[in-house]
């Protein structure tokens, strides 16, 4: 290939990740001219969807905005109302979030690694493919989701989507024995996500991007890693309250795609799993530290195909709190559970914002409330929408580094790149296309 | 012919615009099926896909842009039976609902500013555009329900889906009930069964995402909502909200007529 062709790479419809989305990138005289990554998902303007309804009914539409992440989508409303009611949650309360949180993780990290993410590193093309090649990943994937989604139908009632968070708290109070049948599925199913970390570990990540990126995540609230918090740090050494995120987290649209770009102080950023480890991997505990600590991304490899197995790691983390989380609840809560006599709050004007980190990174939700408790302005940003900049930067290095490269090859491994960041289109409301001019 | 010579029926999943659910469920319930059917085209969840005939497509999401419209045809296109499932496909959920509100382009100017080059749609169910030869609602669909379906479309019967109330499901649970009992605004008595009664079973009230039953006891549901002391216009948003048309409810008359607004 010489220097003055022209050339186009075009992913119509990146495969294997949640929505729709399309990649393109232009390529003249052997450099990069443009890279786009179009979310073509059809918009629907959650932030007019949730005007005029009273703040019981948000947590229940917001967790429409994304499925795999809806308990997300749910603690980040409730979390935002309850800021602008000026309530806070009791302690029960949070615990039972917080294992509710857990298991959406684990659903949705062991769906994404080994249903959309494997596939490439295997070379399965279909899922009948891959349940028949590989039926003991294709079993441990069922048996960690099933983890996850068996935590979430306790919990919240079902495995997404949840009916018993509240804002206030929840309606029904967990029995213990269903909290014990969690702990014996939890303590079996630590040597599956140990081998899921070996699995990825066990792979070479193909291309690899040439700047490390500006990682946020929220400041665990606890003295371990977590993924609640009120604080956001940078990787740059800053930190701000998440009340300040507009002063921090600039979004605009532009004009080839549906999904919102975000910058955190003007440059391209990443959120999620390996941002969250990069930032506070030694708070983990023993068991996802031993491994993180003898991973490339603890010894500085951030290259973004990694992230694959920073959610795995996540997995081990997520089943020890879950542990610890049912230990301490199994005090605190009555033993046949039950109806929690939660009450309706009186309605108050106000404004808050609530985080969360989602499986896929920090979300934010922002409303106004007037005095009946209706909503009167409302604000979103998703992780999807937070990584996009920084994933077309990232496209951009491995094509200029890669510009040789079969561009069959390249394509794929853009494919594979994009899916690590395991992008949410219905969330970002987003596609992968390399064009060579 | 040995029965393992005969092709297996083809089927397909879509999505259009909506939150993936349905297409999460079916994935994850799809080892059950995978060694009655092939799977030849769902995106979501493969790289190798064909927009060719199929048995059965399974179509999840609303349709709220000309590419929804485009790909919804050439799927109706190829499909022997169209499956509308979920919420988005059957009754326009959540963004449907939103439409009789504003008009998209007044929210893509609100949301993505003035200059913005969204292409939207008023977000409409499925048959609004194709036939649908079957319908099962759910926020997210019921795997059970789901799973029964693909059973008869595969033995040539068209399903039975239930529609009786939620109450019905409830009562069989013998839960107590949140309307009379907790005064919660519990949308069951005219919201479509088959989630298992959830919210009332965990102690809240229904919001009603299935939509609505057979024959809703509107006139009934209000009385009842009115004597706990709901405003009835936080009655309506809460009905209306996942999308079920508002004159689904009243008989002869829209109910917006009997309602005065703050």
Known sequence: MTDHERKTIHIPEVCRVE???????????????????????????????????HYEEIPHITSRVCAICST????????????ALGIAPSSTTLLLRELLHLGMLIESHATHIYALALPDYVGAPDLSDLASRYPD??????????????????????????????????????????????????????????????????????????????????????????????????????????????????????????????TARGKPLMV?????????????????????????????????????????IEIVECIYQAELVIEKLLVELPRGGGDTGLKRLPPKAGQGAGAVECPRGTLYHCYSLDDRGHIAAADMITPSAQNTARIELDIREVVTQFVDKEPETLQANLETLVRAYDPCNTCATHMVSVKYN | MDRLEQPLPCISVHSLTGCAGEELVILENLQKALPLVRVVSFPFAQSANEMRPVDIAFVEGSVSQPHDLEKLKAIRATARWLVAVGNCAVWGCVQGGVCRRFTPEQMARDVYGQDNQIAALPSAPLDKYVRVDVKLSGCPIDAGQFLSVLASLLKDHLPYITHKPVCLECKLKENGCVLVEKNLPCLGPITAAGCG?????????????????????????????KEKGYAIDEVISRLTAFGIPQEIYSRDKPLELKVSRQ
């Open chain 1, 19 to 53: 929505g729709h989305s399309a990649v393109h990138v232009d390529i003249d005289a052997g450099k990069v001219s443009s890279v786009t990554l179009d979310v073509f998902e059809g918009t629907r303007f959650f932030e007019k969807i949730v005007l005029g309804h």
């Open chain 1, 72 to 83: 997300g989508h749910v603690l980040a409303a409730i979390f935002a109302v309850e800021q």
């Open chain 1, 137 to 262: 990943q294709f079993e441990n994937w069922n048996q960690l989701r099933n983890l996850g989604a068996a935590i979430q139908t306790i919990i919240g009632g079902r495995p997404f989507h949840p009916v018993n968070m509240h804002v206030g708290g929840l309606s029904r109070f967990p029995a213990h024995s269903d909290l014990k049948k969690l702990l014996a599925m939890l303590s079996s199913s630590l040597e599956l996500a140990f081998s899921t970390c070996d699995l990825l570990l066990s792979f070479k990540p193909p291309v690899a991007r040439t700047t490390q990126p500006v990682f946020l995540a929220l400041v665990p609230r606890e003295t371990e890693y977590g993924f609640f918090g009120n604080t956001v740090r940078s990787s740059e050494g800053w930190e701000e309250p998440v009340q300040n995120y507009k002063q921090y987290l600039g979004e605009h649209s532009v004009p080839y795609s549906h999904a919102k770009q975000s």
């Open chain 1, 272 to 312: 999620g799993s390996m941002a969250r480890l990069s930032l506070f991997g030694h708070r983990l505990g023993r068991h996802a530290r031993s491994v993180y600590t003898a991973s490339p991304l603890a010894s500085g490899d951030m290259n973004s195909l990694w992230n694959n197995l920073a959610q795995a």
């Open chain 2, 197 to 225: 009664a959830l919210c009332p079973t965990f102690g809240a009230a229904c919001y009603g995402c299935w939509g609505p039953c057979e024959a809703p006891q509107m006139e009934a549901m209000e009385i009842v909502l």
